[in-house]
């Protein structure tokens, strides 16, 4: 036994020693997360960027691939065996095929290798052979990263605000009703449970849909492979009597068990590791739904935001240790519903409604920047006279209906101020017009050797993700 013991920690210690040697020598990793709330545009992004690293030819901000140092891009078997890889060949081949259309969605956490043989720049170029660098792309919802803001709460004030908010939406009204022929502290019983789980499930779904984006457990909306399991059966009930076997108490009890078992291990297995982050936001969308789904965002933003400043959660601040992100990008999507005149203005909204979170917070050195980027170009520009007026406008195929249509889509103002400060105040409607947004379908394409798909600024958006470290 205590021989068996001995070569065990010997065994462990050899292991160790040459894990460190190569480590010294193996390449470096670096690991962007790629988060955004639901329909944000992760899926196409992360399959626009592979696809465009692998074949370069319109990455031209990215300076190691224009200086041609990238000597090789090509995929490899993920360091991580238990995460499900990311589905880039499938997502490519909906974008890229004879009949082009919107990939599925990201529904869990999932991931790629992209691996690079670089030369190396500056005085070392005549000297070092090249080098390998491997950028692991971690994709994960950000509903996900939501749950954090559940750590700092018991079930009581979780409850008490989830229901204040349910109550005050029409979406919720339904739930709210279904509380009244319950008794919380009556005897639990699975059925009763579970149809109050997916209850407040359907709530989050609408109140979603409606452009709510403090939608929380954020695992009800995107279970992934944990539907049904008793850690997502729960539901916030009105506070009272919880006395033992009752329906509240174990509302209460699978809460810290969702908590303990479902938030706290994403965030070791996944959120801790990243070095680099983008986090994509829909903002064309938000803007169109008006003034409260503006406001919401932003909020969303902050609670998104919390998760990169690990000093205000106990947890975190444990889990992370010194280690931080970082570079984190803020990433306006789908760009290419704006002619390139009004891009710089989506990306000063961008920033803008990240600022107040973005000063508050200590990113503890993190370097944030703002863009607007489509992952997919799926319009083309054209100016035209409207009404005696010259217009820029957007051209594309619908989704819904397959016809051409040009859009003009609205002047984004040029003073973020002028969207932020009535969605503040909470105004109905905007005071001065609308702004429409389609759904284009992608365009079919014929790419040319050496050309990705066609994109707005996935380049200079890979040159300050990860360029400084090829
Ligand atoms: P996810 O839920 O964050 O993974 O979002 P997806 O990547 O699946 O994108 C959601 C939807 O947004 C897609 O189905 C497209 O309709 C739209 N979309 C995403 N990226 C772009 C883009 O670059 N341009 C345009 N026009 N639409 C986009």
Known sequence: MVIGTITDTLGHQIAGVSQGLT?????????????????????????????????RGRMPGLEAARTGRIEAAYLQPQPDDTVPRFDFENHLAALTGPKPHWPE????????????RVRPAGFLAGLAGPRVVHLDIVDYPGEWLL??????????????????????????????????????????????????????????RAAQHAGYADCTPGRFLLPGDLEGSPALTFAPLPQGAAPRGSLARECERRFAAYKAQVVKPFFRA?????????????VLEAIHRGPAALADLRQAMAGILSAFRPGRNAFLAGLMGQKRVDKILFAATKADHLHHSQHDRLAAIMGALVDAARRRADFAGARTRAMALAALRATVEESRMVDGVMRDLVRGTLLETGAQVALDPGDLPTDPARLLSPAATGEKAWSDGDYAVMRFAPAPLTLRAGEGPPHIRLDHVAEFLFGDRL
């Open 23 to 55: 480590g010294l020598f193996s390449a470096p990793v670096i690991r962007l997360g790629v988060t955004g709330l639901s329909r944000a545009g992760k899926t196409v992004f992360i399959t626009s960027l592979v696809a465009n690293l692998l074949e």
């Open 105 to 116: 969605s990201t529904r869990a956490v999932s991931e790629l290798r992209v691996s690079f």
């Open 147 to 204: 749950d954090l803001g559940l750590l700092s709460q018991d079930y009581a004030d979780w409850a008490r605000d989830a229901l204040a908010r349910a109550a005050s939406r029409p979406e919720g009204a339904d739930y709210i009703a279904r509380l009244s022929e319950i008794a919380p502290d009556g005897p639990h019983d699975e059925q009763r449970i579970t149809a109050l789980a997916q209850g407040w499930a359907e709530y989050l």
């Open 270 to 282: 996944h959120f801790a590791r990243i070095d680099r982050q983008v986090v994509l936001v829909d």
